[in-house]
């Protein structure tokens, strides 16, 4: 019955007309909060993923170091062990360091890594992001005609500096020299082999791959910093990794993995959708107001019928429950085809990219969307828990409506 009733009041033709306007309104407020709130969240799921895909293709899922940046020495060896993990994918040895890169007395500073140019390409996708060039760090002939050992640049660097495939660039970097007292820069020409593209602007601004070998000899060491991990789950390597120290015996090893690196960027990609989520979910609260009013117009004008079904026989619960579920109608009503056209619009940007964005402004060139089953489910419940809520203190004050009350100026 109480469906029955509700129904009929959201339904019926007024001589008005003004309470099926202010539930018509209600019901597009509850629409366009949902439709909106999930295609927002979907385009900043596909935002992160794109970050996270692009920090990833240049950072290994993990990696294995030691405390006060100690070299390994033994890191051969190190990296068959490490590999015995049934969840390592691949390992590859490498070395970081702060240098000052120059060309043509234009200097930039950077972050140089010593790769092995056989096993990076197991463990990042760095190789794939080559524009200009090749990946290689063999001797090359540099445009000067001179025999040099080959270094990768960003495209951000090589832009910043005009260079490009066979330039040659000086690392400079300071360390003790043996026999003197001060230090003095320590310098190594090399000539650019291959120009990469990231999509992240700070790696293609300074970052700059040498062998191993050339590493090495610029920073005077036989070992490594660290070894890099790919595993079979990006989402849990900081587990894995942790896994893999331990099993080296903990200290003086220690791991870090790409979340890690990157936290401060991903706590705030989630701040920013949870502010998204509350501020559009604001629509949905004005919605409710009108959920509101349009209930206490329908039990002014019901007056009467709530005072002949009290009289009747009907209790309090259930006079509350028809002006319950006339509130909840109108969220379901919204919900379920703000929530569907939502899931329609995003699934079809992301099948067919129909929304394009400046390639020279952002680092991709179509809108990114991820549709998340949990975000779906989160946006249609609140949104009608909201409309369920905007209901109970009017269907409360209908409840308690006296049948004497309601019939005595009929």
């Known amino acids: 019955m109480e469906w029955f009733i509700a129904q009929r009041y959201l339904l019926e033709k007024r001589k008005y007309g003004s309470n099926t306007?202010?539930?018509?309104?209600?019901?597009?407020?509850?629409?366009?909060?949902?439709?909106?709130?999930?295609?927002?969240?979907?385009?900043?799921?596909?935002?992160?993923?794109?970050?996270?895909?692009?920090?990833?293709?240049?950072?290994?899922?993990?990696e294995i170091l030691q405390f006060h940046c100690e070299p390994f020495e033994g890191y051969d060896s190190l990296r068959q062990e490490i590999l015995k993990h049934p969840k390592v994918v691949s390992?590859?040895?490498?070395i970081m360091g702060k240098v000052a890169v120059e060309h043509n007395q234009v200097q930039e500073a950077a972050?140089?890594?010593?790769?092995?140019?056989?096993?990076?390409?197991?463990?990042?996708?760095?190789?794939?992001?080559?524009?200009?060039?090749?990946?290689?760090?063999?001797?090359?002939?540099?445009?000067?005609?001179?025999?040099?050992?080959?270094?990768?640049?960003?495209?951000?660097?090589?832009n910043k500096m005009g260079v490009r495939v066979g330039a040659e660039v000086v690392l400079i970097t300071l360390v003790p020299v043996e026999?003197?007292?001060?230090?003095?820069?320590?310098m190594m020409r090399f000539a650019i082999t291959g120009i990469f593209e990231t999509g992240m602007w700070e790696y293609d601004l300074n970052l700059v791959y040498i062998s191993l070998y050339s590493a090495q000899r610029f920073f005077k060491t036989d070992g490594v910093e660290?070894?890099?991990?790919?595993?079979?789950?990006?989402?849990?390597?900081?587990?894995?990794?942790?896994?893999?120290?331990?099993?080296?015996?903990?200290?003086?090893?220690?791991?870090?993995?790409?979340?890690?690196?990157?936290?401060?960027?991903?706590?705030?990609?989630?701040?920013?959708?949870?502010?998204?989520?509350?501020?559009?979910?604001?629509?949905?609260?004005?919605?409710?107001?009108?959920?509101?009013?349009?209930?206490?117009?329908?039990?002014?004008?019901?007056?009467?019928?709530?005072?002949?079904?009290?009289?009747?026989?009907?209790?309090?619960?259930?006079?509350?429950?028809?002006?319950?579920?006339?509130?909840?109608?109108?969220?379901?009503?919204?919900?379920?085809?703000?929530?569907?056209?939502?899931?329609?619009?995003?699934?079809?940007?992301?099948?067919?990219?129909?929304?394009?964005?400046?390639?020279?402004i952002y680092f991709i060139t179509k809108l990114p969307v991820l549709l998340r089953m949990t975000d779906t489910v989160a946006v249609y419940m609140v949104a009608n828990v909201i409309c369920m809520l905007a209901a109970i203190y009017p269907a409360w004050r209908a409840s308690k409506t006296p049948p004497a009350e309601s019939l005595r100026y009929e």
Request: proline share 3%; glycine share 10%; hydrophobic share 50%.
């Open 21 to 62: 306007v202010v539930a018509l309104f209600s019901t597009v407020g509850v629409f366009l909060g949902s439709l909106v709130l999930i295609i927002a969240l979907s385009i900043a799921n596909g935002f992160e993923k794109e970050v996270r895909d692009r920090i990833v293709g240049t950072l290994a899922h993990a």
């Open 91 to 94: 390992a590859a040895p490498y």
């Open 111 to 158: 972050m140089v890594k010593g790769i092995d140019q056989s096993l990076e390409p197991e463990v990042t996708e760095i190789a794939e992001a080559i524009k200009i060039g090749t990946f290689s760090l063999d001797s090359i002939v540099s445009k000067r005609n001179r025999k040099l050992p080959g270094i990768l640049i960003g495209m951000g660097m090589a």
């Open 179 to 186: 026999g003197e007292i001060d230090p003095v820069p320590k």
């Open 226 to 360: 660290g070894i890099q991990i790919k595993t079979t789950d990006l989402f849990k390597a900081g587990e894995i990794a942790d896994e893999i120290k331990d099993s080296l015996g903990g200290y003086p090893f220690r791991s870090e993995n790409w979340h890690s690196k990157n936290k401060s960027l991903f706590k705030w990609m989630k701040l920013e959708k949870l502010i998204i989520f509350i501020v559009i979910s604001l629509i949905m609260v004005v919605a409710s107001f009108n959920i509101i009013s349009s209930l206490i117009r329908i039990i002014v004008e019901k007056r009467r019928e709530i005072g002949i079904l009290m009289s009747m026989g009907a209790s309090s619960g259930k006079i509350m429950m028809v002006f319950m579920l006339y509130g909840t109608m109108i969220g379901l009503i919204g919900s379920t085809l703000g929530t569907g056209l939502g899931v329609i619009l995003s699934y079809a940007q992301h099948k067919w990219q129909l929304i394009t964005l400046p390639g020279d």
